[in-house]
């Protein structure tokens, strides 16, 4: 479970995050929904120590990242913004790699990568280098990467950002099966059809602050709305005008 409680983070002049908060369940996928400058990145990498928040406090597992980093991200799967690949290694290299700085046995490492292999249909670019891979390929490979040490919370920044349809549904899949199996997701998204197929709670954040959260359909009733992407319009321009839905 990830609980984070009114973080704030200000550069220079700039308040980028204003007093957000965010609870994420096992079992559920929550999604971090906002147009692209919203503070969705810089409140997740907050939760997963990249940097640190001026007030407010996360708690991964009952876990502080601040106090002990070490021992949350071994509690977390983390697909950040920027995939950032070893060009020289194969997707198989780059995975492992991964899996050895975190401290995991030979033996459990290859049955993991060859099981997310598998799950991610990885298969046939596998041992090729990934210098030159599509932004689908890559991201699977980022993504399995992530999660060799099979992680009970997954945190993902725009997971399916830039992939084509078939990569995105394999994707949206994969997060179901690891919903499935009791697991805590956790993503962001400026893509309403994504966030709608496969979230369970959503939290709405503009300008650094969060506008709403609950299901899409409790974000369609209160706002008078049939489907997502106008509830979040709504949401958005209530919380520009300070006006009621």
């Given at each position: 479970?990830?609980?984070?409680?009114?973080?704030?983070?200000k550069?220079?002049?700039?308040?980028?995050?204003?007093?957000?908060?965010?609870?994420?369940?096992?079992g559920?996928?929550?999604?971090?929904?906002?147009a692209?400058?919203?503070?969705?990145?810089?409140?997740l990498?907050?939760?997963?120590?990249?940097?640190?928040?001026?007030?407010?406090?996360v708690?991964v597992?009952?876990?502080?990242?601040?106090?002990?980093?070490e021992?949350?991200?071994?509690?977390?799967?983390?697909?950040p913004?920027?995939r950032g690949?070893?060009?020289?290694?194969?997707?198989?290299?780059?995975?492992?790699?991964?899996?050895r700085?975190?401290?995991?046995?030979?033996?459990?490492?290859?049955?993991?990568?060859?099981?997310?292999?598998?799950?991610?249909?990885?298969?046939?670019?596998?041992?090729r280098?990934?210098?030159?891979?599509?932004q689908?390929?890559?991201?699977k490979v980022?993504?399995?990467?992530?999660l060799?040490?099979?992680?009970?919370n997954?945190?993902?920044?725009?997971?399916?950002?830039?992939?084509?349809?078939?990569?995105?549904?394999?994707?949206?899949?994969f997060?179901?099966?690891?919903?499935a199996?009791?697991?805590?997701?956790l993503f962001?998204?400026?893509?309403?059809?994504?966030?709608?197929?496969?979230?369970?709670?959503?939290t709405v954040?503009?300008?650094?602050?969060?506008?709403a959260v609950?299901?899409?359909?409790?974000?369609m009733?209160?706002t008078g709305?049939?489907?997502?992407?106008d509830a979040?319009?709504a949401?958005?321009?209530t919380?520009?005008?300070?006006?009621?839905?």
């Amino acid at each position: 479970m990830i609980e984070v409680r009114s973080i704030s983070k200000k550069f220079g002049k700039v308040l980028a995050v204003k007093d957000v908060s965010i609870t994420a369940r096992d079992g559920e996928i929550t999604a971090l929904l906002g147009a692209n400058g919203a503070g969705k990145t810089t409140s997740l990498r907050m939760l997963y120590s990249l940097i640190t928040p001026e007030s407010g406090e996360v708690r991964v597992d009952g876990i502080d990242p601040v106090k002990e980093p070490e021992k949350a991200r071994r509690k977390m799967g983390v697909l950040p913004d920027a995939r950032g690949l070893y060009k020289r290694l194969t997707a198989r290299e780059n995975i492992e790699y991964f899996g050895r700085l975190q401290g995991m046995d030979e033996a459990t490492l290859k049955t993991r990568t060859d099981a997310l292999i598998e799950q991610l249909d990885i298969t046939r670019f596998a041992d090729r280098k990934t210098d030159g891979f599509s932004q689908g390929q890559r991201v699977k490979v980022a993504l399995a990467r992530a999660l060799v040490h099979d992680p009970h919370n997954i945190i993902l920044d725009e997971p399916t950002n830039g992939l084509d349809v078939m990569s995105t549904r394999g994707i949206r899949e994969f997060l179901r099966q690891e919903k499935a199996r009791g697991k805590c997701i956790l993503f962001s998204s400026h893509v309403m059809q994504e966030v709608a197929a496969v979230c369970d709670v959503i939290t709405v954040v503009d300008d650094g602050a969060v506008c709403a959260v609950g299901t899409q359909q409790e974000l369609m009733a209160q706002t008078g709305q049939d489907n997502l992407e106008d509830a979040f319009v709504a949401l958005v321009t209530t919380n520009k005008t300070g006006e009621g839905v």
